[in-house]
């Protein structure tokens, strides 16, 4: 099975990205995690882009906050699919990361999740990879079906207390 590669612009962003982490890991799916800087490490980011594919990744996570440029930059340098996960900051709730995250150019395509969002970005990640992974695809099913279980029972339990 391919890697999923996750990268976050700060070490202070791991609290979002564990959410993501523990959803993989959930699934089995491999992963690698890195703290590279669209601004302060650019280099580095690009470089673990560019070889992204080469190394067995198979979509690509990246995490940012305030300016939130690191999963354009990651997307500028693979044609691997490309998860963006704003990231709340202090000054503007994460709209600023959300905005930097989703406005890509034509051509660069970045696919971006809700501020916070890591365990939709690794959900994501992992249906990209069912495409190809019939194994995984049936994980993600029984996923569903007990989510959706878990929500009927709930409902259940809230008719017996109030639906008199």
């Not at 800087?37 to 690009?46: D, F, K, N, Q, Y």
């Not at 970045?110 to 890591?118: I, K, L, P, R």
């Not at 992992?126 to 878990?150: F, H, N, P, T, W």
């Not at 409902?155 to 109030?162: H, N, P, R």
């Amino acid at each position: 099975m391919k890697k999923v590669g996750i990268v976050m612009g700060s070490a202070n962003d791991l609290p979002v990205v564990r959410k993501a982490i523990d959803t993989l890991a959930s699934f089995e799916i491999p992963y690698e995690v890195h703290v590279y800087s669209a601004h302060r490490t650019p280099a580095e980011a690009a470089a673990f882009a560019k070889n992204a594919r080469a190394n067995g990744f198979g979509v690509m996570i990246a995490a940012a906050g305030m300016a939130a440029h690191l999963a354009g930059a990651v997307a500028a340098q693979t044609t691997l699919p490309v998860i963006g996960i704003p990231c709340k900051s202090a000054n503007l709730d994460g709209l600023d990361a959300l905005l930097s995250t989703v406005q890509m150019p034509s051509g660069i395509p970045v696919a971006t999740v809700a501020v916070d969002g890591a365990t939709n970005a690794a959900l994501l990640a992992a249906q990209i990879l069912a495409l190809s992974d019939d194994v995984l695809a049936q994980k993600l099913d029984e996923k569903r079906a007990k989510d959706a279980e878990g929500v009927l029972a709930k409902d259940a339990e809230l008719a017996a207390e109030f639906n008199q």
